[in-house]
């Protein structure tokens, strides 16, 4: 490691030189070089020059602050494996919008002609989220939510999160259209959370983005402390019946009822839900298996790559370092925490109608909101904890596929009453 920096040291070194000579052979005149004393005052102004052009001379506090995030995102996907796929892109996109550089060279997301600024169009325009549902549809499978279907409520019920932070945000002063797009942070579901800011609150894209990506990748953290308070030992150890099986026919059957349902109760939400249902539909149909595998493998791993590093590469120093995104991560935080606790309490009340043997673990409720599949691994962490053989993960699954539909569809209600 020591051999590294000090390679390192020696190629910054001859840059220094290189620049310093450079700005020697485009800022010296013949006669500016007649005397002992020009030579000196041309070399120091050449030098200076130089450094004025390197990030050191531009660097400020903001800056030095976000590459502490980027790197404390990198470390946790790493180190913990907290979302890698998401955290390392965002992580390596905080570090290159945070190198400082002079103001008119384009080389940042918000510089007008950038390649940074060319991809970052796909963030502000909702693009990326729509394809990211396509390959979400295209590797779900729904067969626990049909074969019990009353584990919708929960997903619905982890909604809650939603419209409380939503009020949360117009009670610290932000507009209806800004808590709209904070409000959808409650449904733990990233891509929602890009499409609906970009139509609602463009300028809060980056914070609102991050805050939700964040706290999915922390579902390990944030839930399980809410699970175990609100649950006693007796309901972490109610086993559920083992799914029915489902027919092929009902596998292709609920993504088209799904897409006819969801988008006519929600219009507005159906970029999201129409590509979340229709690579379902690729996935089940048996006839375009090649279509489904490119959705869920190449073409979400692309897009993965580009909305995590632009979003990332957002979060300039300048721009994001404000109270207002310090706002959003405080709602952020609270807003998770009620989407898990409301999906839970809404499954203790679902058992108060339901006869033993049907009820329901209420450690399934959590994974309620969308953050596929972490949060139905959380409920399974937490149940085998209580009980070894009381698996909990298929069961999981069911609330937490629903959780996807449900943020979608209160995307498009809040786009509907706020666009």
């Not at 909604?159 to 733990?188: D, H, P």
């Not at 800011?197 to 402390?225: D, H, N, R, T």
């Not at 073409?299 to 990332?312: K, N, Q, S």
């Not at 937490?382 to 943020?407: E, F, T």
């Amino acid at each position: 490691m020591k051999s590294i920096f000090k390679y390192f040291a020696i190629i910054l070194l001859l840059f220094v030189v290189g620049g310093y000579c450079m700005a020697q052979v485009i800022g010296t005149t013949p006669e500016s070089v007649n005397s002992h004393e020009g030579l000196l005052r041309e070399t120091l102004s050449g030098l200076t020059k130089f450094l004025q052009f390197t990030g050191f001379a531009n660097v400020t506090i903001g800056h030095v602050v976000m590459i502490i995030v980027g790197l404390v995102f990198i470390w946790l996907a790493i180190k913990y494996d907290y979302e890698p796929l998401l955290l390392i892109p965002i992580g390596v996109g905080i570090l290159i919008g945070n190198i400082p550089f002079v103001a008119g060279y384009q080389v940042g997301v918000y510089e007008q002609g950038s390649v940074l600024n060319y991809l970052y169009f796909g963030v502000i325009k909702g693009i990326y989220p729509p394809l990211i549902f396509l390959g979400i549809g295209s590797m779900t499978d729904f067969s626990t939510l049909i074969s019990n279907p009353k584990l919708i409520l929960l997903g619905a019920a982890a909604q809650l999160g939603v419209f409380a932070t939503f009020a949360g945000a117009i009670l610290l002063g932000f507009t209806l259209k800004e808590s709209g797009a904070i409000g959808i942070i409650g449904g733990a579901d990233g891509p929602t959370a890009i499409f609906l800011s970009s139509k609602l609150a463009p300028s809060f894209i980056g914070p609102i983005a991050i805050a939700a990506y964040s706290y999915m990748a922390l579902v390990p953290i944030i839930q399980p402390p809410v699970m175990k308070a609100l649950t006693t030992a007796k309901e972490k150890r109610i086993k559920m019946k083992p799914p029915r099986a489902v027919s092929k026919q009902q596998k292709i059957l609920f993504p088209i009822i799904g897409l006819l349902l969801t988008c006519f109760i929600s219009p507005s939400a159906l970029p999201l839900l129409g590509m979340l249902f229709f690579g379902n539909i690729l996935k089940e149909s048996g006839r375009t298996e090649r279509l489904a595998e490119t959705a869920r493998t190449k073409l979400i791993d692309v897009v993965t790559i580009l909305i995590g590093l632009t979003v990332g590469a957002s979060t300039q120093a300048d721009v994001f370092l404000t109270w207002g995104s310090m706002k959003i991560f405080i709602l952020g935080a609270a807003s998770f925490v009620v989407a898990s606790a409301g999906g839970v309490l809404f499954a203790k009340f679902m058992n108060l109608f339901l006869k033993d043997g049907n009820k329901i673990n209420p450690l399934i409720g959590s994974a309620g909101v969308s953050a596929v599949p972490d949060s139905a691994r959380v409920s399974q962490m937490v149940g085998l904890q209580y009980d070894k053989n009381n698996h909990l993960l298929m069961h999981a699954m069911a609330p937490n596929v629903a959780g996807v539909i449900g943020s979608a569809v209160a995307a498009g209600i809040l786009l509907s009453f706020l666009g």
